[in-house]
């Protein structure tokens, strides 16, 4: 992997319960949906973005964990 990534952060989901599911979407001028999983309740996923990777969408609820602090998505 290039060392020139826009942010090597890496973050943490956890998913407070079966099926959240982790969508990684591009970067550049078509955002597009490029990866995605499954978590069942108590599973953890550690991830960062890449050169690939802008943003990241979570359905489920789950526990998110970065440098910038800790949340729930609170989806029900």
Known sequence: ???NTSNNDFF???????GVNVIGLTRGTDTRFHHSEKLDK???MIAQ???HTSA?????KALIQTSHG???NEAE
């Open 49 to 51: 973005f890449t050169e």
């Open 12 to 18: 943490v989901i956890k998913a407070l319960e079966d």
């Open 70 to 72: 800790e949340m729930n």
């Open 1 to 3: 992997m290039s060392s």
């Open 42 to 44: 108590g599973e953890v």
């Open 56 to 60: 990241v969408k979570i359905r489920g």
